[in-house]
């Protein structure tokens, strides 16, 4: 069982265990690990997500830590031929198709949240967690391949070191990207300005949806024209 940001709760489709796709599912964690997603895949990719989280953060499907080892694809077996025209089956990705995994065991969501609290972060920590697979998203590259020795500052604490990782990426995605992407980024690692600073309220909520999931569709939407331009 899983769960799409869209259709809310799915079953995995029969479909997909049929002669196109294969029961073996793939996480973004390891496509990351392998550079396998071309920018508009990424940055389309960012939208959906961003946008999922509205609608599963108040559920148990969702961890506040969540990240990319929680967004898994089907993948789709595809005939491919090499250059010595001989021809082999490989396995695609679909990234169309992304779920959330399933809620994990009660255990494994307390050490993540005590995981969490080491970080000093002082609003929801859903965005804190969507920031940073953005920022993996942006680079094509997992979060701990980006950090460099400097941003271990706490000996043991990988969490942390992760947040200072994402703090210095910040300006740098703000410089390449430009302020759409950029500014969604920097919000929700840095925090946006706003009084009340959680998801399960509306306003917060309508902020979010103005200031980060319209900025990467607005992003993803400019990508694709300078494309077809």
């Given at each position: ?22 029961a ?10 392998r ?15 961003a ?5 599963l ?33 490989i396995?695609e ?30 609003y ?13 998203l ?26 200072i ?65």
């Amino acid at each position: 069982m899983l769960v799409s940001g869209k259709s809310w709760l799915i079953r995995i489709p029969t479909s997909w265990l049929c002669v196109d796709y294969r029961a073996e599912l793939v996480s973004l964690d390891q496509l990351l690990q392998r550079e396998d997603i071309e920018q508009g895949d990424r940055l389309r990719l960012g939208v959906e997500l961003a946008s999922s989280l509205m609608h599963l953060h108040t559920t148990r499907w969702l961890d506040e830590s969540w990240g990319k080892c929680d967004i898994l694809f089907p993948q789709k077996a595809s005939r491919k031929r090499r250059m010595s025209g001989e021809e082999i089956m490989i396995l695609e990705a679909d990234l169309k198709k992304p779920v959330v995994r399933s809620f994990r065991p009660q255990s494994h969501s307390r050490q993540q949240s005590e995981a969490t609290a080491r970080v000093p972060i002082s609003y929801d920590k859903n965005l804190f967690s969507l920031g940073v697979v953005l920022i993996e998203l942006w680079f094509g590259k997992r979060l701990q391949d980006l950090s460099e020795p400097q941003d271990t500052v706490v000996k043991d604490n990988p969490d942390f070191t992760n947040w200072i990782t994402a703090l210095r990426l910040v300006p740098i995605i703000e410089e390449e990207a430009g302020e759409m992407y950029g500014g969604a980024v920097r919000r929700c690692i840095q925090g946006m300005d706003s009084a009340v600073r959680t998801l399960e309220n509306d306003d917060f909520k309508s902020k979010f949806a103005t200031e980060v999931v319209s900025e990467l569709e607005r992003n993803c939407e400019a990508y694709t024209a300078s494309l077809d331009g």
